[in-house]
Protein backbone atom coordinates (compact mmCIF):
# COMPACT_ATOMS: atom_id res chain seq x y z
CA UNK A 1 0.00 0.00 0.00
CA UNK A 2 1.46 2.93 -0.54
CA UNK A 3 0.94 5.86 2.06
CA UNK A 4 2.85 9.28 -0.35
CA UNK A 5 3.26 10.09 -3.35
CA UNK A 6 7.47 9.85 -2.52
CA UNK A 7 9.60 8.90 -5.58
CA UNK A 8 12.46 10.09 -7.86
CA UNK A 9 11.94 13.74 -9.04
CA UNK A 10 15.24 14.20 -11.03
CA UNK A 11 18.41 11.82 -12.10
CA UNK A 12 21.61 13.05 -12.59
CA UNK A 13 24.22 10.71 -14.67
CA UNK A 14 28.09 11.24 -14.98
CA UNK A 15 30.46 9.08 -16.63
CA UNK A 16 33.82 9.62 -17.18
CA UNK A 17 35.68 11.68 -20.78
CA UNK A 18 37.18 8.30 -22.20
CA UNK A 19 36.15 5.32 -22.88
CA UNK A 20 37.43 1.42 -24.69
CA UNK A 21 35.80 -0.20 -27.67
CA UNK A 22 35.35 -3.78 -26.64
CA UNK A 23 35.95 -5.17 -29.88
CA UNK A 24 39.48 -3.25 -29.79
CA UNK A 25 39.17 -5.54 -26.85
CA UNK A 26 38.49 -8.63 -27.86
CA UNK A 27 41.40 -8.45 -30.81
CA UNK A 28 43.87 -7.43 -28.25
CA UNK A 29 42.73 -10.53 -25.81
CA UNK A 30 42.41 -13.08 -29.12
CA UNK A 31 39.00 -13.65 -27.90
CA UNK A 32 36.04 -13.80 -30.87
CA UNK A 33 34.08 -10.08 -30.94
CA UNK A 34 30.34 -11.49 -30.76
CA UNK A 35 31.63 -13.02 -27.43
CA UNK A 36 31.84 -9.48 -25.99
CA UNK A 37 28.60 -7.76 -28.05
CA UNK A 38 26.27 -10.91 -27.81
CA UNK A 39 27.64 -13.24 -25.28
CA UNK A 40 28.58 -10.40 -22.99
CA UNK A 41 26.39 -8.01 -24.48
CA UNK A 42 28.26 -5.08 -24.13
CA UNK A 43 29.78 -2.25 -26.82
CA UNK A 44 31.92 0.02 -24.83
CA UNK A 45 33.49 0.45 -21.55
CA UNK A 46 33.74 3.68 -19.47
CA UNK A 47 37.49 4.02 -18.13
CA UNK A 48 38.20 6.25 -15.11
CA UNK A 49 40.91 9.00 -15.74
CA UNK A 50 43.43 10.21 -12.98
CA UNK A 51 41.66 13.20 -11.95
CA UNK A 52 38.17 11.83 -11.57
CA UNK A 53 36.98 9.43 -8.71
CA UNK A 54 34.21 8.18 -6.84
CA UNK A 55 34.05 11.78 -5.34
CA UNK A 56 34.00 13.81 -8.15
CA UNK A 57 31.65 11.80 -10.25
CA UNK A 58 29.07 11.67 -7.88
CA UNK A 59 29.59 15.55 -8.12
CA UNK A 60 29.33 16.10 -11.56
CA UNK A 61 26.39 13.73 -12.21
CA UNK A 62 24.25 15.90 -9.07
CA UNK A 63 25.66 19.31 -10.01
CA UNK A 64 23.67 19.04 -13.41
CA UNK A 65 20.09 18.22 -12.06
CA UNK A 66 20.25 20.35 -9.08
CA UNK A 67 18.93 23.94 -8.52
CA UNK A 68 19.66 26.39 -5.88
CA UNK A 69 15.80 25.92 -4.15
CA UNK A 70 16.80 22.00 -4.32
CA UNK A 71 20.57 22.99 -2.27
CA UNK A 72 18.80 24.52 -0.14
CA UNK A 73 15.87 22.16 1.11
CA UNK A 74 18.12 18.69 0.59
CA UNK A 75 18.34 17.51 4.41
CA UNK A 76 19.90 14.20 3.92
CA UNK A 77 22.60 13.26 1.39
CA UNK A 78 23.21 9.36 1.08
CA UNK A 79 26.07 8.10 -0.59
CA UNK A 80 26.38 4.42 -2.09
CA UNK A 81 29.23 3.30 -3.24
CA UNK A 82 31.77 -0.12 -3.12
CA UNK A 83 34.76 1.70 -4.00
CA UNK A 84 35.19 4.75 -1.71
CA UNK A 85 37.92 6.88 -0.80
CA UNK A 86 38.05 6.34 2.90
CA UNK A 87 37.60 3.78 5.56
CA UNK A 88 35.98 6.40 7.92
CA UNK A 89 34.31 9.51 6.38
CA UNK A 90 31.78 9.55 4.04
CA UNK A 91 31.85 10.59 0.36
CA UNK A 92 28.60 12.41 1.19
CA UNK A 93 30.37 15.05 2.81
CA UNK A 94 32.68 15.75 -0.04
CA UNK A 95 30.14 16.53 -2.22
CA UNK A 96 27.54 18.26 0.16
CA UNK A 97 30.64 20.63 0.58
CA UNK A 98 31.77 20.92 -3.44
CA UNK A 99 28.03 21.27 -4.29
CA UNK A 100 27.20 23.62 -1.64
CA UNK A 101 24.04 21.91 0.06
CA UNK A 102 22.48 22.66 3.37
CA UNK A 103 24.96 21.49 6.50
CA UNK A 104 21.59 20.95 8.32
CA UNK A 105 21.33 18.00 6.44
CA UNK A 106 22.08 14.21 7.18
CA UNK A 107 25.44 13.03 5.18
CA UNK A 108 26.44 9.41 5.10
CA UNK A 109 28.04 6.27 2.92
CA UNK A 110 26.19 2.69 2.76
CA UNK A 111 27.72 0.02 1.06
CA UNK A 112 26.14 -3.19 0.40
CA UNK A 113 27.95 -3.94 -3.20
CA UNK A 114 25.38 -2.98 -6.23
CA UNK A 115 22.62 -2.97 -3.78
CA UNK A 116 23.96 -0.01 -1.99
CA UNK A 117 21.98 2.74 -3.66
CA UNK A 118 18.54 1.11 -3.47
CA UNK A 119 19.02 0.74 0.07
CA UNK A 120 20.09 4.32 -0.13
CA UNK A 121 16.65 5.17 -2.00
CA UNK A 122 14.39 2.92 0.59
CA UNK A 123 16.30 4.84 3.60
CA UNK A 124 15.36 7.94 1.68
CA UNK A 125 11.89 6.84 1.09
CA UNK A 126 11.55 6.22 4.79
CA UNK A 127 13.29 9.20 6.33
CA UNK A 128 10.43 11.92 4.08
CA UNK A 129 7.52 9.57 5.13
CA UNK A 130 8.78 9.99 8.30
CA UNK A 131 9.12 13.43 8.75
CA UNK A 132 6.45 15.86 7.22
CA UNK A 133 8.97 18.82 7.19
CA UNK A 134 11.36 17.03 5.32
CA UNK A 135 11.18 17.94 1.72
CA UNK A 136 14.21 16.18 -0.50
CA UNK A 137 16.87 13.91 -0.09
CA UNK A 138 19.93 13.32 -2.36
CA UNK A 139 20.71 9.87 -3.10
CA UNK A 140 24.20 8.94 -5.17
CA UNK A 141 25.71 5.79 -6.40
CA UNK A 142 29.32 6.06 -7.46
CA UNK A 143 31.66 3.49 -8.40
CA UNK A 144 34.52 2.73 -10.96
CA UNK A 145 34.05 -1.16 -11.64
CA UNK A 146 38.27 -2.68 -11.69
CA UNK A 147 38.49 -6.80 -12.09
CA UNK A 148 42.06 -6.52 -13.72
CA UNK A 149 43.76 -5.91 -17.09
CA UNK A 150 43.46 -9.35 -18.89
CA UNK A 151 41.08 -11.22 -16.53
CA UNK A 152 37.56 -12.84 -17.08
CA UNK A 153 35.48 -9.54 -15.37
CA UNK A 154 37.71 -7.45 -17.55
CA UNK A 155 35.18 -7.25 -20.05
CA UNK A 156 32.78 -6.32 -17.50
CA UNK A 157 34.33 -3.13 -15.97
CA UNK A 158 33.17 0.56 -16.10
CA UNK A 159 32.83 3.80 -13.88
CA UNK A 160 29.90 6.46 -13.52
CA UNK A 161 27.45 7.81 -11.32
CA UNK A 162 23.89 8.35 -10.64
CA UNK A 163 22.18 10.87 -8.63
CA UNK A 164 18.91 10.56 -7.47
CA UNK A 165 16.39 13.66 -6.38
CA UNK A 166 14.25 11.88 -3.98
CA UNK A 167 10.82 14.13 -3.10
CA UNK A 168 7.18 14.22 -1.93
CA UNK A 169 5.04 14.49 -5.37
CA UNK A 170 7.93 13.21 -7.68
CA UNK A 171 7.84 14.11 -11.20
CA UNK A 172 9.50 10.94 -12.41
CA UNK A 173 8.67 7.91 -10.52
CA UNK A 174 6.33 7.37 -7.62
CA UNK A 175 7.78 4.41 -5.31
CA UNK A 176 5.43 1.89 -4.23
CA UNK A 177 5.33 -0.06 -1.38
CA UNK A 178 5.58 -2.53 -0.06
CA UNK A 179 8.74 -4.05 -2.16
CA UNK A 180 10.42 -7.54 -1.81
CA UNK A 181 14.00 -7.99 -0.32
CA UNK A 182 16.20 -11.07 0.53
CA UNK A 183 19.77 -11.35 2.55
CA UNK A 184 21.96 -13.88 2.62
CA UNK A 185 25.64 -14.35 3.11
CA UNK A 186 26.86 -15.09 -0.15
CA UNK A 187 31.33 -15.30 -0.98
CA UNK A 188 29.71 -14.93 -4.83
CA UNK A 189 32.01 -11.07 -5.30
CA UNK A 190 33.57 -8.85 -3.05
CA UNK A 191 36.66 -7.03 -2.87
CA UNK A 192 39.11 -6.74 0.32
CA UNK A 193 39.97 -3.89 1.75
CA UNK A 194 43.90 -4.46 0.71
CA UNK A 195 43.03 -4.53 -2.80
CA UNK A 196 42.09 -2.15 -5.66
CA UNK A 197 40.31 -4.75 -7.75
CA UNK A 198 37.08 -6.68 -7.39
CA UNK A 199 37.52 -10.94 -6.81
CA UNK A 200 34.76 -13.08 -8.49
CA UNK A 201 33.14 -16.22 -8.89
CA UNK A 202 32.10 -15.18 -12.14
CA UNK A 203 29.18 -18.26 -12.72
CA UNK A 204 28.41 -18.40 -9.63
CA UNK A 205 27.85 -14.94 -9.09
CA UNK A 206 25.20 -14.68 -12.15
CA UNK A 207 23.54 -18.34 -10.42
CA UNK A 208 23.23 -16.22 -7.25
CA UNK A 209 21.78 -13.10 -9.18
CA UNK A 210 18.83 -15.22 -10.92
CA UNK A 211 18.40 -17.31 -7.54
CA UNK A 212 17.68 -13.97 -5.98
CA UNK A 213 15.35 -12.74 -8.38
CA UNK A 214 13.36 -16.00 -8.64
CA UNK A 215 12.82 -15.55 -4.94
CA UNK A 216 11.91 -11.77 -4.36
CA UNK A 217 10.08 -11.85 -7.45
CA UNK A 218 7.63 -14.48 -5.89
CA UNK A 219 7.86 -12.59 -2.53
CA UNK A 220 6.64 -9.81 -4.40
CA UNK A 221 4.02 -11.64 -5.77
CA UNK A 222 3.13 -12.92 -2.73
CA UNK A 223 2.84 -9.80 -0.95
CA UNK A 224 1.11 -7.20 -3.97
CA UNK A 225 -0.59 -10.43 -6.17
CA UNK A 226 0.93 -8.42 -8.96
CA UNK A 227 1.07 -10.41 -12.29
CA UNK A 228 3.59 -9.63 -14.89
CA UNK A 229 1.13 -8.02 -17.15
CA UNK A 230 1.39 -5.20 -14.46
CA UNK A 231 4.44 -4.23 -15.99
CA UNK A 232 5.01 -1.63 -19.04
CA UNK A 233 8.81 -2.54 -18.19
CA UNK A 234 11.14 -4.42 -16.36
CA UNK A 235 14.76 -2.86 -15.07
CA UNK A 236 17.35 -5.31 -13.96
CA UNK A 237 20.89 -4.35 -11.89
CA UNK A 238 23.06 -4.78 -15.17
CA UNK A 239 26.73 -5.49 -14.71
CA UNK A 240 26.79 -6.22 -18.53
CA UNK A 241 23.25 -6.39 -20.27
CA UNK A 242 23.26 -10.10 -21.19
CA UNK A 243 22.72 -10.58 -17.52
CA UNK A 244 19.85 -8.78 -17.14
CA UNK A 245 18.10 -9.80 -20.69
CA UNK A 246 18.81 -13.51 -18.73
CA UNK A 247 16.51 -12.01 -15.54
CA UNK A 248 14.01 -10.91 -18.10
CA UNK A 249 13.39 -14.44 -19.54
CA UNK A 250 13.57 -15.93 -16.63
CA UNK A 251 10.41 -14.24 -15.75
CA UNK A 252 9.00 -14.25 -18.48
CA UNK A 253 9.44 -17.86 -19.71
CA UNK A 254 5.62 -18.28 -18.94
CA UNK A 255 4.44 -15.61 -20.38
CA UNK A 256 2.65 -15.02 -23.82
CA UNK A 257 4.22 -13.78 -26.70
CA UNK A 258 3.03 -11.09 -26.88
CA UNK A 259 4.33 -10.27 -23.36
CA UNK A 260 7.61 -11.22 -23.85
CA UNK A 261 8.14 -8.60 -26.94
CA UNK A 262 6.90 -5.56 -25.40
CA UNK A 263 8.80 -6.22 -22.28
CA UNK A 264 12.63 -6.79 -24.23
CA UNK A 265 11.30 -3.88 -26.65
CA UNK A 266 11.80 -1.92 -23.48
CA UNK A 267 14.57 -3.83 -21.94
CA UNK A 268 16.67 -2.83 -24.76
CA UNK A 269 15.91 0.49 -24.73
CA UNK A 270 16.28 0.40 -21.25
CA UNK A 271 20.40 -0.89 -21.77
CA UNK A 272 21.11 0.93 -24.74
CA UNK A 273 23.00 3.46 -21.76
CA UNK A 274 24.43 0.53 -19.67
CA UNK A 275 26.06 -1.26 -23.39
CA UNK A 276 28.05 1.73 -24.11
CA UNK A 277 29.17 2.30 -20.46
CA UNK A 278 29.81 -0.93 -19.02
CA UNK A 279 29.28 -1.67 -15.16
CA UNK A 280 29.04 1.10 -12.51
CA UNK A 281 28.19 -1.29 -9.75
CA UNK A 282 25.38 0.75 -7.90
CA UNK A 283 24.39 3.09 -9.79
CA UNK A 284 23.64 0.55 -12.68
CA UNK A 285 20.14 -0.19 -12.50
CA UNK A 286 19.83 3.62 -12.33
CA UNK A 287 21.20 4.06 -15.81
CA UNK A 288 18.98 1.75 -17.17
CA UNK A 289 15.86 3.16 -15.90
CA UNK A 290 17.65 6.72 -17.51
CA UNK A 291 17.83 4.51 -20.43
CA UNK A 292 14.20 3.95 -20.60
CA UNK A 293 13.06 7.33 -19.50
CA UNK A 294 15.36 8.64 -22.12
CA UNK A 295 14.81 6.34 -24.99
CA UNK A 296 10.74 4.93 -24.71
CA UNK A 297 7.71 6.60 -24.64
CA UNK A 298 5.66 4.53 -22.38
CA UNK A 299 2.16 6.43 -21.33
CA UNK A 300 2.30 7.75 -18.28
CA UNK A 301 1.16 6.31 -14.91
CA UNK A 302 2.66 3.10 -16.67
CA UNK A 303 4.11 0.70 -13.49
CA UNK A 304 8.17 -0.41 -14.16
CA UNK A 305 9.35 -3.29 -11.99
CA UNK A 306 12.74 -2.86 -10.42
CA UNK A 307 15.48 -5.64 -9.36
CA UNK A 308 18.28 -4.47 -7.39
CA UNK A 309 20.76 -7.14 -6.56
CA UNK A 310 24.40 -7.14 -4.47
CA UNK A 311 26.66 -9.42 -4.29
CA UNK A 312 27.27 -10.89 -0.93
CA UNK A 313 24.35 -10.63 -1.29
CA UNK A 314 20.68 -9.04 -1.18
CA UNK A 315 18.17 -8.32 -3.38
CA UNK A 316 15.10 -6.46 -3.77
CA UNK A 317 12.17 -6.61 -6.60
CA UNK A 318 10.14 -3.20 -5.93
CA UNK A 319 8.29 -0.90 -8.26
CA UNK A 320 7.20 2.75 -9.18
CA UNK A 321 4.95 4.59 -11.42
CA UNK A 322 5.72 7.02 -14.03
CA UNK A 323 4.74 10.37 -13.65
CA UNK A 324 2.90 12.96 -16.21
CA UNK A 325 5.81 14.83 -16.97
CA UNK A 326 8.51 12.07 -16.54
CA UNK A 327 9.58 12.64 -19.99
CA UNK A 328 10.40 15.89 -19.81
CA UNK A 329 11.48 16.02 -16.03
CA UNK A 330 13.91 13.25 -16.89
CA UNK A 331 15.58 15.10 -19.85
CA UNK A 332 18.21 16.97 -17.85
CA UNK A 333 21.14 15.00 -18.56
CA UNK A 334 22.24 14.94 -22.06
CA UNK A 335 23.38 11.36 -22.35
CA UNK A 336 23.83 11.11 -25.52
CA UNK A 337 25.79 14.09 -25.65
CA UNK A 338 28.14 12.84 -22.93
CA UNK A 339 28.45 10.08 -24.64
CA UNK A 340 29.31 11.12 -28.03
CA UNK A 341 32.07 13.51 -26.38
CA UNK A 342 34.05 10.71 -24.99
CA UNK A 343 37.60 9.88 -26.50
CA UNK A 344 38.37 6.69 -27.24
CA UNK A 345 41.48 5.02 -26.19
CA UNK A 346 43.38 2.31 -27.41
CA UNK A 347 44.10 -0.88 -25.77
CA UNK A 348 47.62 0.26 -24.72
CA UNK A 349 46.02 3.41 -23.49
CA UNK A 350 43.45 1.90 -21.10
CA UNK A 351 46.15 -0.35 -19.67
CA UNK A 352 48.15 2.63 -19.06
CA UNK A 353 44.73 5.03 -17.21
CA UNK A 354 44.15 1.29 -15.22
CA UNK A 355 47.35 0.70 -13.88
CA UNK A 356 48.09 4.43 -12.50
CA UNK A 357 48.18 5.19 -9.09
CA UNK A 358 47.95 7.90 -6.28
CA UNK A 359 50.78 7.88 -3.72
CA UNK A 360 50.01 6.38 -0.53
CA UNK A 361 52.97 7.84 1.35
CA UNK A 362 51.75 10.91 1.99
CA UNK A 363 53.84 12.77 -0.39
CA UNK A 364 52.31 15.95 -2.15
CA UNK A 365 51.20 14.79 -6.09
CA UNK A 366 49.33 17.17 -8.60
CA UNK A 367 46.97 15.35 -10.57
CA UNK A 368 47.40 16.91 -14.59
CA UNK A 369 44.17 18.75 -15.83
CA UNK A 370 42.69 15.77 -17.54
CA UNK A 371 38.83 15.76 -17.92
CA UNK A 372 38.08 18.88 -20.42
CA UNK A 373 33.97 19.03 -19.53
CA UNK A 374 33.79 18.47 -15.89
CA UNK A 375 33.00 20.57 -13.06
CA UNK A 376 34.93 19.05 -10.24
CA UNK A 377 38.57 17.21 -10.58
CA UNK A 378 40.91 15.84 -8.34
CA UNK A 379 43.59 18.59 -8.21
CA UNK A 380 45.67 16.41 -6.34
CA UNK A 381 46.49 15.06 -3.05
CA UNK A 382 48.86 16.22 0.44
CA UNK A 383 49.77 14.85 3.71
CA UNK A 384 47.09 11.88 2.89
CA UNK A 385 44.14 14.34 1.95
CA UNK A 386 42.67 14.51 -1.75
CA UNK A 387 42.14 17.88 -2.63
CA UNK A 388 39.31 18.32 -5.36
CA UNK A 389 38.55 21.62 -7.50
N1 LIG B 1 29.63 -15.43 -29.82
C1 LIG B 1 28.54 -15.24 -29.04
N2 LIG B 1 28.50 -15.63 -27.72
C2 LIG B 1 29.59 -16.17 -27.19
C3 LIG B 1 30.76 -16.41 -27.95
C4 LIG B 1 30.74 -16.00 -29.32
N3 LIG B 1 31.82 -16.18 -30.11
N4 LIG B 1 31.68 -16.97 -27.15
C5 LIG B 1 31.11 -17.12 -25.93
N5 LIG B 1 29.85 -16.64 -25.96
C6 LIG B 1 28.89 -16.57 -24.85
C7 LIG B 1 28.86 -17.80 -23.97
O1 LIG B 1 28.12 -18.85 -24.56
C8 LIG B 1 28.25 -17.24 -22.72
O2 LIG B 1 26.85 -17.13 -22.90
P1 LIG B 1 25.85 -17.64 -21.74
O3 LIG B 1 26.14 -16.83 -20.53
O4 LIG B 1 24.51 -17.40 -22.32
O5 LIG B 1 26.18 -19.09 -21.50
C9 LIG B 1 28.78 -15.82 -22.66
O6 LIG B 1 29.29 -15.54 -23.97
C10 LIG B 1 29.89 -15.62 -21.65
O7 LIG B 1 30.86 -16.60 -21.90
P2 LIG B 1 31.60 -17.34 -20.69
O8 LIG B 1 30.61 -17.94 -19.74
O9 LIG B 1 32.65 -18.21 -21.27
O10 LIG B 1 32.25 -16.04 -20.01
P3 LIG B 1 33.49 -15.86 -19.08
O11 LIG B 1 34.00 -17.11 -18.49
O12 LIG B 1 34.42 -15.03 -19.87
O13 LIG B 1 32.85 -14.99 -17.88
C11 LIG B 1 31.62 -13.40 -16.64
C12 LIG B 1 31.80 -14.07 -18.01
C13 LIG B 1 31.30 -14.45 -15.59
C14 LIG B 1 30.45 -12.43 -16.72
C15 LIG B 1 32.92 -12.63 -16.29
O14 LIG B 1 33.07 -11.56 -17.17
C16 LIG B 1 32.97 -12.11 -14.87
O15 LIG B 1 33.42 -12.82 -13.97
N6 LIG B 1 32.50 -10.84 -14.62
C17 LIG B 1 32.51 -10.27 -13.28
C18 LIG B 1 31.44 -10.85 -12.37
C19 LIG B 1 30.05 -10.39 -12.74
O16 LIG B 1 29.82 -9.43 -13.45
N7 LIG B 1 29.04 -11.11 -12.22
C20 LIG B 1 27.67 -10.73 -12.42
C21 LIG B 1 26.79 -11.18 -11.27
S1 LIG B 1 27.34 -10.39 -9.76
C22 LIG B 1 26.67 -8.84 -9.84
O17 LIG B 1 25.75 -8.61 -10.57
C23 LIG B 1 27.26 -7.77 -9.01
C24 LIG B 1 28.17 -7.00 -9.85
O18 LIG B 1 27.80 -5.99 -10.45
C25 LIG B 1 29.55 -7.46 -9.97
New binding site residues.
Given amino acids: MTIEKIGIDKIGFYTPEFYLDLAELAEARA??P??F????GQDEQAVLPLDQDVITMAANAAVQILSAEDLAEIDEVIFATESGIDQSKAGALYVQRLLGINPRARAFEVKE??YGITAALQTAYDHLAAHSDSQKVLVIGSDV?R?GVAT?????QGAGAVALLVTRHPRVLVLEQPSAYFSEDVM??WRPNYSDT?F?K??Y??E??LRFLDIVWHDYQTKTAAQLSDFAALLF?I??T??GL?GLRQLTANSVTADQTALLEQFTKATLYNRRVG?I?TG?LYLSLLSLLQNSSLPANSRVGLFS???GAVGEFFSGILQPDYQVASQLVDVQAMLAQRQRLAVTEYEAFFNQKLPTDGSKFSVPFISQHAQFRLRGINEHQRIYE
Fill in positions: VDNKKIGIACAYAGEVTDFAAGKSTQYHPYKLKNYSYGS
